[in-house]
């Protein structure tokens, strides 16, 4: 079965400081892997989208960027973080290929900026 | 520019009773319509979800309706309990396609 992990679970940073998230998939080969940020009550917005290594579809202008070093590995990444830069952000992957319908989601990493 | 629409922003339902969220879609071009159910720090986990070729799709206490003709959705949570207090995100998307757009949820709130 597949598993998507992500790390780490919670972190505080300070304004100005670099970023760097990761998500991995387990259990599957040449997913599409994507990036969301959840804001407190919000709904969820894409950042980042990939369907293969070194492909990245960025969706909002942003200080954040996105990379695929490996199959099963997305990373999320900022060289310095904004004060609203905080939030939830989930990873989720789906079969690629047009193969699956179902998205699913990663546990989610809590980034406070202060 | 919102592909999905949905509403309410929030619900307060008693226990027993049927709790009921609405989405609405513009692209006829989309063929996978998915609900999600969110816990307060948890991911977002995949509820139930169906293609426009039905009507209607039941899964336990959880029945989507769909009207294609009128580009819309609907969740039913009969029976709603204090455990389906959550965060439900519609969505929709289209094969062969990558990205899914998101409804920006319902915060629920079932009362014992």
Same mark, same amino acid.
Request: hydrophobic share 35%.
């Given at each position: 079965?597949?598993?998507?992990?992500?790390?780490?679970?919670?972190?505080?940073?300070?304004?100005?400081?670099?970023?760097? *998230?990761?998500?991995?998939?387990?259990?599957? +080969?040449?997913?599409?892997? !994507?990036?969301?940020?959840?804001?407190? $009550?919000? %709904?969820?917005?894409?950042?980042?989208?990939?369907?293969?290594?070194?492909?990245?579809?960025?969706?909002?202008?942003?200080?954040?960027?996105?990379?695929?070093?490996?199959?099963?590995?997305?990373? *999320?990444?900022?060289?310095?973080?904004?004060? +609203?830069?905080?939030?939830? !952000?989930?990873?989720?992957?789906?079969? $690629?290929? %047009?193969?699956?319908?179902?998205?699913?989601?990663?546990?989610?990493?809590?980034?406070?900026?202060? | 520019?919102?592909?999905?629409?949905?509403?309410?922003?929030?619900?307060?339902?008693?226990?027993?009773?049927?709790?009921?969220?609405?989405?609405?879609?513009?692209?006829?071009?989309?063929?996978?319509?998915?609900?999600?159910?969110?816990?307060?720090?948890?991911?977002?986990?995949?509820?139930?979800?169906?293609?426009?070729?039905?009507?209607?799709?039941?899964?336990?206490?959880?029945?989507?309706?769909?009207?294609?003709?009128?580009?819309?959705?609907?969740?039913?949570?009969?029976?709603?309990?204090?455990?389906?207090?959550?965060?439900?995100?519609?969505?929709?998307?289209?094969?062969?396609?990558?990205?899914?757009?998101?409804?920006?949820?319902?915060?629920?709130?079932?009362?014992?």
């Amino acid at each position: 079965s597949q598993t998507i992990h992500q790390w780490p679970a919670t972190l505080v940073q300070p304004v100005g400081s670099p970023l760097s *998230l990761e998500c991995t998939v387990e259990g599957t +080969s040449n997913p599409n892997l !994507y990036w969301y940020r959840q804001a407190a $009550g919000r %709904g969820l917005q894409l950042l980042f989208y990939s369907v293969g290594i070194g492909q990245i579809s960025s969706e909002v202008p942003q200080n954040l960027s996105a990379s695929r070093p490996q199959d099963r590995q997305f990373i *999320l990444s900022s060289k310095k973080l904004l004060l +609203s830069d905080s939030g939830f !952000y989930l990873c989720a992957w789906r079969l $690629g290929g %047009g193969r699956e319908e179902t998205q699913y989601f990663g546990p989610g990493t809590r980034l406070l900026v202060l | 520019q919102q592909q999905v629409k949905q509403s309410p922003q929030s619900l307060i339902v008693q226990k027993g009773g049927i709790s009921i969220i609405n989405c609405a879609y513009e692209n006829t071009a989309f063929d996978y319509f998915p609900w999600y159910q969110q816990f307060p720090g948890k991911g977002p986990a995949l509820l139930i979800a169906i293609r426009p070729d039905v009507s209607e799709k039941k899964e336990g206490r959880f029945t989507i309706s769909f009207n294609k003709s009128a580009k819309q959705f609907s969740l039913h949570i009969m029976d709603s309990q204090p455990g389906d207090s959550a965060t439900y995100f519609c969505a929709a998307s289209m094969l062969p396609g990558n990205q899914f757009y998101f409804g920006t949820g319902t915060s629920l709130t079932v009362i014992p």
